[in-house]
């Protein structure tokens, strides 16, 4: 199982990132993908889920409007849009297997560096 997050990197607060994250090594289009973020001296914190048995959305409130996960099938491809950054979004962020979009995470690979700058 791998997957890989990309397309981290400095923004101005206010400003927008999109993150994207692929996977191999199972049915990517067919499981359930999360985000979540480390930062620093803070704990985990779950962001944005999209289930893939029922298309339900399921967003952290701090992230709540400002950020949408959406998925490409097409590519195998889950993206993270961020809109509205702040400087406490800075984190590594990460994409993981979630099954139930409950928090609990069983596999993620390497994180993406978003700087929010003030």
């Known amino acids: 199982v791998q997957l890989q997050a990309s397309g981290g990197g400095l923004v101005q607060a206010g400003g927008s990132l999109r993150l994207s994250c692929t996977g191999s090594?199972?049915?990517?289009?067919?499981?359930?993908i999360g985000w979540f973020r480390r930062a620093p001296g803070k704990q985990r914190e779950g962001v944005a889920c999209l289930h893939s048995v029922d298309g339900t959305f399921h967003y952290a409130d701090s992230v709540k409007g400002r950020f949408t996960i959406s998925r490409d099938k097409a590519v195998k491809a889950v993206y993270l849009q961020m809109d509205s950054l702040k400087p406490e979004d800075t984190a590594i962020y990460y994409c993981a297997r979630e099954p139930l979009c409950a928090g609990h995470f069983d596999s993620w690979g390497q994180g993406t560096l978003v700087t929010v700058s003030s």
């Open positions: 090594g199972f049915d990517f289009e067919y499981t359930t």
